[in-house]
Every structure is written in C-alpha cells, then in structure tokens.
C-alpha cells in the first residue's frame, strides 16, 4: 500500500501536495525522489537550469545532479515548509524523502527546500502558515538572514515616523 495520496495543496492553493495515507512513524521512507541524473557541468552550461527552477535540483556530490523536474516525479509535489514534517534523505544517487516526525493520517507532507540565502529569495514566498515562517522559501540556517533584514526594515521604518 502506497503511504501516500495526491490532493490540492493547502499550503500551494495553486498546486497539488502528497497526503499520508495512513499514520506514519518518524524515520519511514514514504516515497522515492525520482529524476535524471545529470552532471553539475550541465547544470552550469544550460540555460534550463536557471535560478527559476531550483527547486527540483538536488547536488548528489561533486559530480552529478538530479534533476526531479519531470510529470513522473511524484515526490516533486511535496511542498515547502519551515516546520516540516519530512526530509530529503540521500544515499549514493538515491534521494529518499523521510519523516522526520510522527505523521498522522491525512497531514500533507512538508519538506525544507533548502533553499540558499541570495538576493533572488523574494522569488519564493513561503505560504506554509507555520509559527516560525519566515515569508520566504529559505533553508533553516539562512533563516535569520532575513529575520535580520525585516527587523532592520521595521526599524527604519520607525525611525523614519519620527
Ligand atoms: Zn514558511
């Protein structure tokens, strides 16, 4: 039986998400990251593989890639969240998404893209709805970055009002 079902996203209103179809126990390998194996030479050179696609990218080591950009790829509809509830677990070429937690039937698996820090971030917003969202698809450790940058905005703002 499949761990997983497809349904209209709650945190993507425009896109689909993966659903646990049953209880799930934190450390289960719920399904298989799919995709083509690429080299990181191909990621440089191509144009296909701009800064508006990163997130079916995966670098497996110095080497090669994968590239999860494919309809078949159904992990590929996991979204985003800054508190998930899953990750991305590599093993030679092999990418596995795991739970991270105890999920329960029905909850919509989340993953942190992992995203790095730079001045394209505001491409992504984050609809995750979680306490600690931050706004923006960003990798946990870059998160303060832009915690730092809406801090130091408001204080502008004050400072401004005065
Ligand atoms: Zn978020």
């Given at each position: 039986m499949k761990l997983y079902k497809i349904k209209k996203s709650k945190i993507d209103n425009k896109g689909r998400g993966l659903y646990a179809a049953k209880d799930i126990k934190e450390?289960?390998?719920?399904i298989n990251y799919s995709g083509k194996i690429i080299t990181n030479k191909q990621v440089d050179e191509?144009?296909?593989?701009?800064?508006?696609?990163?997130?079916?990218?995966?670098?497996?080591?110095?080497r090669y890639t994968l590239d999860g950009?494919?309809?078949?790829?159904?992990?590929?509809l996991i979204n985003h969240s800054c508190d998930p509830n899953s990750q991305y677990d590599g093993k030679g070429l092999k990418i596995w998404i795991t739970a991270i937690k105890d999920i329960k039937k029905g909850e919509e698996f989340t993953c942190d893209y992992g995203f790095g820090f730079d001045?394209?971030?505001?491409q992504f917003p984050c609809?995750?709805?979680?306490?600690?969202?931050?706004?923006?698809?960003?990798?946990e450790e870059s998160r303060w970055r832009i915690h730092k940058k809406f801090a130091m905005s408001k204080k502008k703002l004050v400072n401004n009002s005065r």
């Open positions: 450390g289960t390998k719920i191509s144009d296909k593989y701009d800064n508006n696609k990163p997130i079916y990218l995966f670098t497996l080591n110095k950009d494919f309809s078949w790829n159904t992990a590929g001045k394209d971030y505001k609809k995750c709805r979680a306490k600690n969202c931050c706004g923006y698809i960003v990798r």
